[in-house]
């Protein structure tokens, strides 16, 4: 988000010269898009690592004791999840 505020602060910079404004070829237009999107791929990335570790946690103890309450009605044996069948 820095670097996009960064990007505008500058061509905002660039606008107010009295300059004519140098059209950028393809390949420059192609070149700043990739960048964008790797930059906004790493960040959406990241956040769905925090999620999925945050999400882990609720959903596993969820199926668990599921999977508990379900042995101990049908009279299982083994309904501690620490023991190794």
Excluded at 7 to 12: E, R, S
Excluded at 30 to 59: C, F, N, P, T
Aim: hydrophobic content about 35%.
């Amino acid at each position: 988000m820095k670097k996009i505020l960064l990007a505008l602060m500058i061509v905002g910079l660039g606008m107010s010269c009295n300059k004519e404004p140098v059209p950028l070829t393809k390949q420059q237009v192609d070149r700043k898009i990739d960048s964008l999107v790797k930059a906004g791929k790493q960040e959406s990335d990241e956040q769905a690592r925090i999620d999925l570790d945050r999400r882990m946690k609720i959903e596993v103890k969820v199926k668990v004791d599921s999977i508990l309450n379900a042995r101990s009605q049908q009279g299982g044996k083994n309904i501690t999840p620490n023991t190794k069948q």
